[in-house]
């Protein structure tokens, strides 16, 4: 095993230790010895790489988000569209990590910056590939923030052990939301 892939493996474990324990517990609860004990480590590999509990948390945090980031760069920024089908890769990206952004979302979000990271990105990405100017800031804000909105109930549902709906249903639904709006979806959505 190279010494980078050892290193990684060590952050790996230290990671998945800090999910788990929030799991369990509120994240001040959360000690750095519990988080050694967890991942089966000492306390000095963990000061090798991090200085504290709250830099994991963020590098977890920055983990994902750069995720999702390289799923924009590679996919969305050549469909130049919202589609069911660039929706499913993303979606399959959430699922995958659907243990770590469902406890993000969850009990500890106060002790998270996960969700205002993911506003910033998804504002970013609007205003990135969006060239329409808007005259009054503060309706463009509320439009911005309804949209997160969205986002984060996709992102509830798709982490959810128990999801009913297929993602490729969801991407249907989060499409139609977003196109066409909150009653034309529920109109089609009767009509199926």
């Excluded at 995720?67 to 589609?83: A, M, P, R």
């Excluded at 910033?120 to 100017?133: G, P, R, S, V």
């Excluded at 109930?153 to 052990?161: E, K, N, V």
């Amino acid at each position: 095993m190279s010494y980078d892939h050892k290193i990684q493996q060590t952050k790996t474990d230290l990671k998945t230790a800090l999910i788990q324990l929030m799991q369990e517990k509120t994240f001040p609860d959360i000690t750095i010895e519990l988080i050694v004990q967890q991942a089966q480590l000492t306390r000095g590999t963990f000061y090798r790489y991090y200085h504290d509990k709250y830099a994991l948390i963020d590098e977890i945090e920055d983990d994902l988000i750069n995720l999702f980031s390289q799923y924009h760069d590679n996919v969305v920024k050549y469909e130049q569209h919202l589609s069911v089908a660039n929706l499913i890769p993303m979606f399959q990206i959430i699922e995958k990590n659907s243990l770590i952004i469902h406890t993000l979302l969850g009990n500890n979000t106060q002790y998270s910056s996960f969700i205002h990271k993911l506003k910033q990105k998804q504002d970013q990405f609007i205003e990135q590939n969006t060239t329409l100017q808007y005259p009054n800031a503060e309706k463009q804000r509320i439009v911005h923030n309804l949209v997160f909105g969205l986002t984060i109930q996709i992102l509830t549902i798709i982490t959810q052990p128990d999801r009913q709906l297929s993602l490729l249903s969801l991407a249907e639904i989060f499409t139609n939301v977003i196109k066409n709006g909150f009653l034309q979806t529920l109109i089609l959505l009767q009509n199926e």
